[in-house]
């Protein structure tokens, strides 16, 4: 029999699962804004940062795991701090920014990840499965697919010919505007991750296609996970 949860255990809750509706509010908008971006495209960096300030302040400050929180806070300001000079770059100093993608996409991809290995933790350990666990759960899934989009992106900067030119808007050039195809590249990668479509590599180019071929994985796997999470709990509340 469960112990009763104390006042503050019940506010920790409360606060943990109004984060979980921020966060996935903060990404569907994120999603929804894309199409913006192509014209204003300060819009990418800012979502990432606001995204990322959400998943500290009102998840990772009230989680129920609470080891190795350093670990994440650490993390997520290496990445917002490296937006900002990776935007800088891209602004000023194109071809020297370039050389910075690949550090760009490594923080911003072991963030979001250590992120969702910790929310599915988080998610597994909550004592009820709620609404706000849902949005907890679908929250990590849209994550998966914004991170896709970082790392098609940082492909693309790398190496253009991977990716089939119909699919990138209109009269944009990768190489002088790499931050408009970006928006691009997110729509590329959630496609992925509902294995919808992966026509966005180039036939015969290997490396976009196992870029794709992960991302779909990694969604798979992820709602995997959360399906034996679901039936877990509706095992144990059953046997109550």
């Known amino acids: 029999m469960r112990k009763p949860f104390t006042p503050q255990e019940k506010q920790r809750i409360r606060r943990r699962h109004h984060g979980y509706a921020y966060l996935l509010t903060v990404v569907t908008v994120a999603v929804l804004v894309q199409p913006l971006a192509l014209n204003w495209p300060l819009l990418t960096s800012l979502n990432s940062i606001i995204m990322a300030t959400v998943m500290m302040l009102f998840l990772t400050k009230n989680s129920a795991v609470r080891a190795h929180k350093r670990w994440l806070y650490a993390l997520g300001m290496s990445a917002i701090g490296f937006e900002v000079i990776w935007l800088i770059g891209m602004a000023n100093l194109p071809a020297f920014a370039k050389h910075l993608t690949l550090v ?16 599915v933790h988080s998610l597994m350990l909550e004592p009820y499965v709620t609404v706000y666990v849902l949005m907890g759960a679908c929250s990590g899934y849209l994550l998966i697919g914004y991170a896709g989009g970082f790392l098609l992106h940082s492909l693309l900067i790398w190496h253009p010919a991977a990716m089939d030119p119909a699919y990138l808007p209109a009269g944009i050039d990768p190489a002088a505007q790499p931050l408009k195809v970006f928006p691009a590249m997110v729509s590329a990668s959630f496609e992925a991750l509902t294995t919808l479509s992966n026509g966005v590599s180039r036939p015969g180019d290997l490396g976009s296609r196992v870029c794709c ?3 779909a994985i990694v969604g798979q796997l992820y709602v995997a996970m959360l399906i034996g999470l679901i039936l877990g709990r509706f095992n144990q509340t059953m046997r109550r």
């Open 104 to 119: 760009h996409l490594l923080l911003w991809a072991l963030f979001i990840g250590y992120f969702i290995l910790r929310k």
């Open 213 to 215: 071929l992960s991302i």
